[in-house]
């Protein structure tokens, strides 16, 4: 396969053989990239007095900040360099250009360091979906626990009497895991991974609601109608109106009539009807187009005035930091200093940048109802008076082609991936079943 140059562009006169050799030239490279970012966080995973400070606390912000990636792809630098020791083989192939990042990472979250070798010639040859079931699916861990006392430990694999086969092994016990967030298409994803106890209890529950709905009258029930169901029952359940408010679902509706969430992000025009067609309305002053606040009579913020802050800054307001949830709403001036309950004195901070800032090592000075870059806005500066900025990423411009590769990239074969027959050999935990 003939190397193709960095800076070479598809023409529209190309043919197919051209276009996969920038395919494949370029997956190389990229796959040696982030190997040389996998090589650098693993670095600063072993020094993080080097660069750990305010707003910088882990080596997913700070890879995300140096470099412009998003938080997913600075998570996944991060997974695969806290284990790249125990993947050298895995690592070296990265290093060559032959296996990519989205390959190597469900392999450093599930699978065991022993199959390094053999994952390092099956992964390049497998989809990311295939390593990822892969990695996730096969019973790395087994039951040590013998049927007869007296027999031996072997590394061949346990054969079945009834089948003269490979015999079923029994994963241990993972942690139960879930994870909720918002996707790049303001889409509300929600995901689980839990043990037969606590999945046994989520799926009734999930049961039960959607033929509550059912027999309700609603039809053509789904999960997604179920799981939106419980929330609503949690929520109607909350007792105190304190309590209550703070986890109120709140959307903004301006002059216009155009409908935004708490964090600001647009809502669509179906949702819209939908939403304000049985909804509670506060309405909000403006004077000269800002919103009526209550100075210095009341120190406590008001709901309304927690809403439109909330709303304006769509999460914690510190450069750098990604926390949308949770917040509190911080007075610039201090009150104690004779900082007024206004919106331009109030900003939003999540709990630990609050922590921070009354502990003396995170500054705040400014307007906060500003726009960012305008003269006065809101500033945020670390202990030793240093403005914190957005982002610090300072691409070099490429000088020339990259060098060649020591590898050859080869796309993933895709063929069908028959999980019945894959096995690892040489498990040091598999023992043989008593003959």
């Known amino acids: 396969m003939g190397e193709v140059a960095g800076d070479t562009l598809v023409s529209p006169s190309a043919d197919i053989r051209f276009v996969d050799d920038v395919f494949s030239s ?5 796959n040696v990239q982030h190997a040389r970012l996998v090589s650098a966080a693993t670095w600063m995973l072993d020094h993080p007095s080097e660069w750990q400070g305010d707003g910088l606390w882990t080596a997913e912000a700070y890879i995300r900040w ?7 792809t ?44 053999q994952m390092a010639g099956l992964a390049p040859r497998l989809s990311v979906a295939q390593v990822s079931k892969t990695a996730r699916e096969y019973p790395w861990d087994y039951d040590l626990s013998p049927t007869d006392e007296t027999a031996e430990p072997s590394r061949a694999a346990p054969v ?24 790049d298409h303001g889409r509300f994803r929600v995901s689980a991974n839990l043990g037969t106890a606590s999945g046994s209890v989520v799926e009734q529950a999930l049961t039960e609601a959607r033929d509550r709905l059912f027999r309700a009258g609603t039809p053509d029930v789904d999960t997604a109608d179920a799981l939106i169901d419980l929330a609503e029952r949690s929520l109607n359940s909350v007792a105190t109106p304190e309590r209550r408010g703070r986890y109120r679902v709140n959307f903004h509706m301006d002059q216009r009539r155009t409908v935004t969430d708490q964090r600001g992000r647009p809502v669509p025009a179906a949702e819209a009807g939908h939403i304000t067609c049985d909804a509670l309305l506060s309405p909000v002053e403006f004077v000269n187009g800002v919103p009526v606040s209550v100075g210095r009579s009341q120190h406590i913020v008001p709901d309304r005035t927690r809403r439109l802050v909330e709303h304006r800054d769509r999460g914690c307001r510190v450069p750098r930091c990604a926390s949308d949830r949770f917040v509190e709403v911080h007075h610039i001036i201090h009150w104690s200093k004779n900082g007024p309950t206004d919106t331009w004195n109030l900003v939003c901070l999540c709990p630990k940048h609050h922590r921070v800032h009354h502990q003396g090592r995170l500054g705040i000075s400014g307007n906060a109802d500003l726009d960012p870059a305008a003269p006065g806005a809101v500033v945020f500066t670390d202990r030793d008076g240093k403005t914190l900025t957005e982002s610090g990423h300072r691409p070099w411009p490429p000088r020339a082609a990259p060098p060649p590769i020591n590898g050859t990239y080869e796309h993933p074969i895709g063929e069908r991936l028959d999980f019945r027959w894959l096995h690892f050999r040489n498990d040091p935990q598999e023992r043989v079943a008593p003959g």
């Open 26 to 30: 370029a997956a190389g490279h990229l």
């Open 66 to 72: 140096r470099t412009g990636v998003s938080q997913a």
């Open 74 to 117: 600075a998570t996944k630098v991060v997974t695969v360099a806290k284990r790249a020791a125990e993947f050298p083989h895995c690592v070296t192939t990265m290093q060559r250009g032959e296996l990519s990042l989205d390959q190597l990472v469900p392999v450093a979250k599930h699978a065991p360091s022993w199959c390094d070798e």
């Open 160 to 183: 079945s009497e009834a089948t003269d086969s490979v015999a079923p092994r029994t994963p241990a016990t993972a942690p139960d895991e879930a994870w909720f967030g918002w996707d």
